[in-house]
């Protein structure tokens, strides 16, 4: 039995673009989840803003940075599948090989590189790496706890922190903060044990997210979830 994919990034994997005609797939998904789209857009400014500040800037460490990015598309291309156990094998093996690269790479940074040294591109890519490196939550926890100065200067957004935070919860078996970690029941995406989930909206309003709602349908739109059991297991 294995876990369904239940740790979505789920903006993080629509590219940097809210706009339908460039991307077709969210702009359906907003279509019907209209209450979604000012979020989103608030997202798209937070990346613009930041390319504008780093513009006409070389990144300190290019071969880095194009390490970075290599190792993030290999994730990604490992999640581009149909929940089958061959698909879900795959993604686990590929978290599993970057898993030692990007704890080095921490390790020489002392925390996740800047955007000074690899990119606004190439800090997404690595933060993207920590959120699926699974086989070590202490070290998941280890750049959360290093985290708010990106987040703070931009480079890191809230969204992002949102995620990091609510992973590293529950992979220590604790409530997640603000439902961003989805398991799959009954072939629908359900939040994972939350804190207070009465308080979840106000706490993801404190951190600039759409309602707990608009999250899961977007997410449900965009990313079908495979039949699972009340555990949420691919059956």
């Known amino acids: 039995m294995r876990r369904a994919m239940a740790l979505i990034a789920m903006l993080g994997l629509v590219g940097n673009a809210w706009a339908g005609e460039d991307d077709p797939e969210l702009a359906a998904a907003l279509a019907k ?52 156990p061959p ?36 800090v997404a890519a690595a933060w993207l790496l920590v959120q699926h490196a699974d086989g070590d939550a202490d070290f998941q926890r280890q750049v959360l706890d290093g985290i708010m100065p990106l987040v703070e200067s931009g480079e890191v ?11 590293v919860l529950v ?20 939040p994972r044990p939350m804190e207070a989930p009465e308080q979840v909206d106000q706490r993801r309003a404190a ?4 309602p707990l709602a608009d999250y899961l349908c977007v997410a449900s739109r965009m990313f079908p979830a495979p039949p699972a059991d009340a555990d949420g297991n691919i059956r």
């Open 33 to 84: 989840c209209p209450g979604a789209a000012a979020f989103v857009r608030a997202d798209e400014q937070h990346r613009q803003a930041l390319a504008q500040r780093l513009a006409g800037s070389v990144p300190t460490e290019p071969r880095l940075r194009e390490r970075l990015l290599e190792m993030e598309r290999i994730d990604q291309q490992a999640r581009d599948g149909d929940w089958s």
């Open 87 to 122: 698909m879900i094998e795959k993604m686990l093996a590929v978290d599993a090989a970057n898993l030692p690269e990007i704890r080095s790479i921490v390790a020489d940074h002392g925390g996740l590189p800047r955007a000074r040294q690899v990119g606004a591109d190439g």
């Open 157 to 167: 957004s809230a969204h992002d922190f949102v995620l990091l935070t609510d992973r």
């Open 171 to 190: 992979n220590a078996g604790k409530p997640q903060r603000y439902g961003s970690q989805l398991a799959a029941v009954g072939g629908k995406w359900q």
């Open 207 to 210: 951190v600039g997210q759409m």
